[in-house]
């Protein structure tokens, strides 16, 4: 099992497909960086113009830690396409070139060749989340230096004091990794159906799309299936930059306001991982070779 | 490595069917392959050869039958037994981005090796790429495709090789080296090989022991000596005029080796020596001949039993 896991990464790391979202990312990142370094203050202005009447900002309000909850807002949404380019094609794209039949006839079992594909894919989709975390956490760090973190929510403004950050964005970055698996294992298991890339990276695309505009939308119909849609709670990161406060109204570092609801979705999201992977390997081990 | 028990047969396919909805591509077929020999496995394209063959390397479930390579179902003990398979189905297609060279390292070590340096290069020496082991696969010709399939096919060691189609797509010389290299596998290695072919010359050149299939089924089956037996060879012959010369011949002393009604030319049935004889005597009663062309009695026999196929594919000439 661990032989065909290193092979399975020695492939994904020696194909230049996979080097598109890392590049993506790194440019994405570096652009919003870019903007933020030259006119940072006019957007910040902007964003908090309708709360300056009623609030006094004192220290650095664009801090890196402000610069990696913007990008994260940003990026989150659209790093499930970039990792459906390489899950989606996981075993597809070996159908199509023909080495699925090869890979068949070694000594290794169906349910072997699954659990190695998909570790493999889990290592890419970390590994592209450490590298969103260095760029856009670290680097900006780098480039803004660091200060209490101020988040408007929908209806109220949260404050994060500096020294209550850093272990919220590990949670953060943990919770996303569990988000992006669950795409990860969308992805794979519409591979295993297909004979071809395309076809499972569109439809994986198709989906999270479809569903996280169902997930967004505040119309009632909508709002009653939303907590059924795994789009829905691969935005629970953001609960752990929400804090208690007591009685008094005085915020409680090192608390999270929602914790439940971001263990419910994490444990939805891992059932939905199990399921996807689960029903892959079910199909794929009964599955006929034809190509 | 696994143990043969004495006499037991390598491969041994009882009752094998598979239905694809209402398309029954292989039905109740049954054959043994004994050790030792090359297996050739002749049938039309799409006469069921490819999925007889992906049955036996489980890429595709059978509908019914069981499968025993070794004297071990190969349900059961399917990894034992694929550590002592080599194969290429149809094309070898390989990791085009991968050198010859790292394909053929993620090949032995999926098959358990920790294979050396040394151990890789004797390998491309002995497929001919040696000079070419660094080069990404996607620039190789089929030819080179096919060889370092091979290559990947027999890294291992394997005491089984199956083969499927592997000639396809190559030019002449790449038949001819990948023929010689069979013939070497089997004389020099005592390898055994089961080899699909929709060529009979292919399959004859090299073959100890047929199968011949036809719409999924099996239409025959024996050692190679029995079934191109030379007392039995047909000899077609075309002249300038078949009618007359028919008639001739029917007053001659070869007139109980003509074979009649087959065709618009003139067929007789004789020993593969006495080809020579007849075509002295052919000259001596003024026949003017146009085309002599002996056939195998196999060949033969394959005409007749596929006559109604209205398939075109099977390559019977030399």
Redesign the interface.
């Known amino acids: 099992m661990f032989?065909?896991l290193?092979?399975e990464l020695?492939?994904i790391f020696?194909?230049?497909r996979t080097y598109i979202a890392f590049i993506a990312i790194a440019g994405l990142i570096g652009i919003i960086q870019l903007g933020l370094k030259l006119d940072g203050d006019a957007y910040v202005n902007f964003v908090m113009s309708n709360v300056e009447q009623s609030f006094t900002f004192d220290g650095k309000l664009l801090n890196g830690y402000l610069v990696c909850y913007i990008i994260l807002q940003l990026l989150l949404v659209h790093v499930p396409l970039l990792i459906a380019l390489v899950a989606a094609d996981m075993v597809s794209g070996e159908a199509n070139?023909?080495?699925l039949?090869?890979?068949?006839?070694?000594?290794?079992?169906r349910c072997e060749i699954i659990l190695a594909k998909f570790t493999a894919a889990a290592i890419y989709t970390l590994l592209l989340l450490v590298w969103m975390a260095i760029l856009a956490l670290f680097v900006s760090i780098w480039l803004f230096g660091t200060d209490d973190l101020i988040i408007q929510k929908t209806r109220y403004l949260v404050q994060l004091s500096k020294d209550d950050i850093f272990w919220r964005y590990v949670g953060a970055f943990g919770f996303a990794l569990l988000a992006m698996l669950t795409v990860a294992a969308l992805g794979f298991l519409l591979s295993v159906f297909a004979e071809n890339s395309i076809g499972p990276i569109v439809a994986t695309i198709s989906i999270i799309i479809f569903f996280t505009i169902l997930s967004t939308m505040s119309i009632p119909i909508f709002q009653k299936i939303q907590p059924y849609l795994f789009t829905t709670h691969m935005v629970a990161w953001k609960e752990f930059f929400d804090l208690k406060v007591n009685a008094d109204n005085t915020a409680l570092k090192g608390t999270l306001q929602n914790k439940s609801q971001i263990v419910q979705s994490a444990w939805i999201l891992i059932a939905h991982i199990v399921l996807f992977v689960g029903v892959a390997m079910f199909v794929f081990k009964?599955k006929?070779?034809?190509t | 490595m696994l143990l043969l028990k004495h006499m037991e047969p390598i491969i041994q396919v009882k009752n094998l069917s598979k239905q694809f909805g209402d398309i029954v591509a292989v039905n109740d077929l049954s054959f043994t392959v004994p050790a030792g020999s090359v297996y050739g496995f002749l049938g039309q394209n799409g006469a069921g050869k490819s999925t007889t063959i992906r049955m036996l390397l489980s890429l595709i479930t059978p509908t019914e039958g069981n499968i025993r390579f070794f004297g071990l179902p190969l349900q059961q003990h399917r990894k034992e037994i694929f550590k002592n398979i080599g194969a290429i189905i149809e094309r070898p297609d390989l990791y085009g981005y991968l050198s010859a060279y790292d394909n053929l390292k993620m090949f032995a070590c999926l098959n358990g090796m920790h294979p050396t340096h040394l151990q890789l290069m004797n390998q491309l020496e002995q497929v001919g790429l040696a000079d070419r082991a660094k080069n990404k696969v996607k620039t190789f010709s089929q030819g080179m495709k096919q060889r370092l399939g091979i290559g990947i096919a027999l890294i291992h060691n394997p005491s089984l090789i199956i083969l499927d189609e592997p000639t396809n797509g190559l030019d002449p010389q790449g038949i001819a080296d990948i023929r010689r290299l069979i013939v070497q596998l089997s004389k020099e290695q005592q390898k055994t090989i089961l080899l699909s072919s929709h060529l009979l010359s292919e399959i004859e050149q090299m073959a100890t022991h047929i199968l011949i299939i036809d719409k999924g089924k099996k239409i025959i089956a024996d050692s190679a000596a029995a079934l191109f037996n030379p007392a039995e060879t047909i000899v077609e012959i075309e002249t300038t005029n078949n009618i007359a010369s028919l008639a001739i011949l029917k007053a001659s002393k070869w007139q109980p080796h003509l074979q009649l009604n087959r065709g618009p030319n003139i067929f007789l049935k004789m020993h593969h020596d006495q080809i020579p004889d007849f075509n002295r005597a052919l000259f001596n009663l003024n026949i003017q001949l146009l085309m002599l062309q002996p056939r195998h009695s196999l060949e033969d026999y394959f005409l007749q039993v596929t006559a109604n196929s209205n398939s075109d594919t099977l390559i019977l000439n030399h």
Request: hydrophobic share 35%; charged share 25%; glycine share 4%.
């Open positions: 032989t065909l290193q092979v020695y492939k020696k194909r230049p070139i023909g080495t039949r090869l890979m068949l006839t070694q000594p290794v079992s009964r006929d070779i034809l």
